[in-house]
């Protein structure tokens, strides 16, 4: 559903404003709007699950 998929992605770029800014660093990896564009959303939960694992050694 649609407005569950907006209300998961508004949690999160809320999350990603308080949210350890060392950590967001590194996995933002230099995008500003890192989580928090629309438009880019998905690729970057991706890529935010990427390089969580790999910091955690997953």
Known sequence: MDWQKDDIEY???SYVVDMDKELY?????GKPDFLTDHKTFATDMQNAEQRLEQILDV
């Open 11 to 13: 949690a999160i770029s």
């Open 25 to 29: 660093a590194k996995i933002a990896m």
